[in-house]
């Protein structure tokens, strides 16, 4: 076991494609993180701020199908400064170690790699927007774009709602971000199978988090 004191002020985020399953990983590092010891606070992007939220409402709802890629990136971009200003940043300098559903890599996955609008230029945006891109650890859940929308059983955002086209977008989005963070300064992800129970999942994120018995990879 990993002491609690190496994951203080620790900034972690769950990504992944649509049913990916990365919300309920999310969930379960938290509470593992917990039973180890370490505090923690847990956040979604977008959302979690009063105006986060209202941007949140604004990005996800069908209605606003006319919206383009380019508004899209800002209003993500808006709402993720705001988080970090009110929680994020402050949960990291009590030295809690923030858990994220969503993050930056999901901007560049959806917007600048399937919306057309360049993941560069999304971390462009990103590094005049926000104090700090990169959290410590990103994990990508890697799921098919199709089994992920299968696995959702609620009624399709507006996000969600857009063609399997798009998804499978996003999807090589996600592994062309991975393959990039050898190029990318403080970017450090790990691609993690989404297929497989839940809690084969869970084991292979504390695998790559040293909270097992098993190793970073």
Avoid at 87 to 105: N, Q, T, Y
Wanted: hydrophobic share 35%; proline share 4%.
């Amino acid at each position: 076991m990993i002491s609690p004191e190496i994951y203080r002020g620790k900034f972690i985020v769950l990504d992944g494609p649509d049913g990916s399953g990365k919300s309920t990983q999310a969930q379960m590092l938290r509470k593992a993180l917990n039973k180890a010891g370490v505090e923690t606070s847990a956040f979604r992007d977008p959302g979690d701020t009063v105006i986060g939220e209202k941007i949140r409402d604004i990005l996800l709802s069908p209605e606003h199908s006319a919206m383009s890629d380019n508004s899209e990136v800002l209003l993500y971009m808006a709402a993720r400064a705001q988080l970090w200003r009110e929680k994020i940043s402050p949960a990291i300098e009590e030295g809690k170690c923030v858990v994220m559903d969503r993050w930056l890599s999901s901007t560049c996955a959806y917007q600048g790699k399937a919306g057309g609008f360049g993941i560069e230029n999304v971390i462009k945006i990103a590094e005049l927007s926000l104090p700090r891109v990169w959290p410590d650890k990103t994990f990508i859940i890697e799921v098919d774009p199709q089994e992920g929308l299968n696995r959702i059983t609620r009624s399709f955002d507006r996000m969600e709602q857009k063609g399997i086209g798009y998804h499978r977008l996003v999807y090589e989005g996600y592994l062309e971000l991975a393959a990039l963070s050898k190029h990318l300064e403080d970017f450090d992800v790990s691609v993690v199978s989404g297929y497989g129970s839940i809690e084969q999942v869970h084991r292979n994120v504390l695998e790559k988090l040293e909270l097992t018995d098993g190793r970073n990879s």
